[in-house]
């Protein structure tokens, strides 16, 4: 039986010539902007021509990709040296897309899917998921032949791959004198009210790294969950990320990017430039930002798929 793994995540810009298809394909998904068709894509529409400009340059600070390319590249290189099975990488938003890759290897016998979500959300896991279906279906693949996870932020190797990268951050100070703030990808209030589980695995995520950390003799001074990446005037998940900044007692902070598994935009210009300078601003005397596990998360990976097959 020939089997294929397919991981999935968001995407981002490979250049900066595919900034404004990563943003009008975002922004025109109903699982991000859930409105009528036509509404949905005049909000999107001037949502690009606002944004365009400015997350440009933001990826051209960053070599004119996104930082998610690279990694999941290297990942899925990795993973197929020590695999044996096909591995592949499908995009929600920029190229590889699903029907991209659907279409070269619609003959394999079994499709096994990670979406690169640790917490289910509409947003992310199912949006993956339902572009993955609707190209399957285009070129007439059983659905039958799809095996899924949607959610494994309980996993243990993966809460220890979390330690190691807060352990990497720390470097040989001492935890004691450093907050800990565990940042996760903000959504809008009303999605969470709408009975999406995010939040809820979010701090149940929180839970478990903390208990991980403990078992390791790691004591931080503090630690907090926060949201960050809010766009737009209305009401989102808090406590957001700059205000918990603000309240802080220490004046040294380590942010770990509990909702993703690959560094991206979000981590390596948001966190790491713009929330640098907010803590520049406060005078905190350390700022670091912990890596997300890109190929540490292999091992997971690897333990995820002996699960679902």
Partial sequence: MKTAILLLNMGGPNNLSEVKTFLTNMFNDKAIINAPFFIRKIIAYYIVKNRLKEASENYRLLGGKSPIIKHTKKLVEELNKEMNEDLFYIMRYTPPFSLDILSKIQNYDKFVVIPLYPHFSSTTTKSSLDHLFKAAKKLKIEKE?????????????????????????????????????????????KIIDSGDPYM????????????????????FSDTHLAYQSRLGPMEWIKPYLEDKLKSLKKRKVIIYPIAFLIDNSETEYELDIEYRELAKELGFKEYRVASAPNILIKDTIKELYRELI
Avoid: C, M, W
């Fill in 200 to 219: 809820k695995h979010i701090k149940q995520n929180v839970f478990f790294a903390r208990k991980e950390l403990l078992k390791s003799g790691i004591h």
């Fill in 145 to 189: 032949k799809f095996v899924s996870i949607d959610k494994f932020y309980s996993n243990a190797t993966y809460n220890r791959t979390i330690v190691t990268r807060i352990k990497e951050a720390l470097g040989d100070d001492s935890a004691g004198e450093f907050e800990l703030i565990f940042s996760a990808h903000g959504l809008p209030q």
